[in-house]
């Protein structure tokens, strides 16, 4: 599938996703986010495929919504067509998305980056919710995601003066996975997307799905959930296949079932 806003290739069982607009920063207009949507939607749907690396330029992640796009849109417009809604849907990918970012990564690029399950960032990431210098608020997760991920005082921080934190203080905040240097991004990224892609699909997936079901559900309830996947894995080829070749002191050759 060729897109006009994205550079889409498998590599393996890892599928690599490029934000093409560099001249403007890969801002995420409706383009972007609809052909995004598509491209990770049929990623999704590819068997093949086991994990997912979105990344923009050297420059930026992306550096978040385009404003030359949103400056005409009234209150009435933004209400009535409920602006941005899908753009959501990047979050609903089930298979694990790791945003290696590199520049910045500012508002709905922020967003977009923390929408993914692993944030792998270059010694030159920079991450903020400028919005409020734009005259308004982050609107695509930024408010809720940001402070989950980095708690109330920083969120707050960050979401009221609009500054940037660079790679290290997002790293010491908890939004940031791991650090490297800008030459080895893509590598560190592409090699922890195989890395996943080559274990088990079903527990990939349980797992992911386990981990933010604790954002929603009280401990007691994500805990009994989690215990529930954990129970159901052990119906899986793979369980017994990972089980035993541990035993007979081989690799495990996993079948997806
Ligand atoms: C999703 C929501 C709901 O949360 C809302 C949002 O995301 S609102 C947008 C939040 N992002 C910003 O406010 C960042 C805007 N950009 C900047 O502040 C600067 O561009 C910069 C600090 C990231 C980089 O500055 P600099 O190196 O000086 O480069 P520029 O000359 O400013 O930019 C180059 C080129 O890119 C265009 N650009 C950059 N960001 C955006 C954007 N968000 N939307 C549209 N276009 C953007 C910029 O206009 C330049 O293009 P030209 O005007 O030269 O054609």
New binding site residues.
């Given amino acids: 599938m060729s897109y006009e806003t994205l550079l889409t290739e498998s590599r393996g069982a890892v599928a690599l996703v490029t934000l093409n607009r560099p001249?403007?920063?890969n801002?995420?207009n409706s383009t972007v986010m609809a052909e995004l949507a598509d491209a990770l939607a049929g990623f999704g749907k590819d068997e093949t495929v086991g994990a997912i690396v979105l990344t923009g330029c050297e420059k930026?992640f992306a550096?978040?919504?385009?404003?030359?796009e949103?400056q005409g849109i009234d209150f009435v417009d933004a209400y009535l067509g409920d602006f941005?809604f899908g753009w959501e849907a990047i979050a609903s990918v089930r298979k694990p998305m790791i945003a290696a970012v590199s520049g910045?990564a500012?508002?709905?690029g922020c967003?977009l980056a923390m929408m993914c399950d692993v944030i792998i960032a270059s010694e030159t990431a920079k991450f903020g919710q400028?919005?409020i210098?734009?005259g308004?608020i982050?609107?695509?997760g930024?408010s809720q995601r940001l402070t989950r991920a980095i708690g109330k005082a920083k969120a707050m921080d960050l979401v009221l003066t609009g500054r940037m934190m660079d790679a290290a203080e997002a790293e010491r905040a908890g939004l940031v996975s791991r650090i490297v240097p800008a030459e080895r991004l893509m590598d560190e990224a592409l090699e922890a997307a195989a890395k996943i892609a080559a274990f088990p699909r079903a527990a990939v997936l349980m797992a992911k799905e386990a981990v933010n079901r604790s954002f929603e559900a009280t401990l007691s309830e994500g805990l009994r959930f989690e215990r529930r996947l954990f129970h159901s894995l052990f119906a899986t080829a793979d369980q017994k296949e990972g089980m035993a070749a541990f035993i007979e002191k081989r690799k495990p050759e996993f079948s997806n079932r």
């Fill in positions: 001249k403007a920063l801002a995420l930026a550096a978040g919504a385009d404003i030359k949103m941005i910045f500012l508002g709905g967003e400028p919005e210098t734009l308004v982050p609107g695509m930024g």
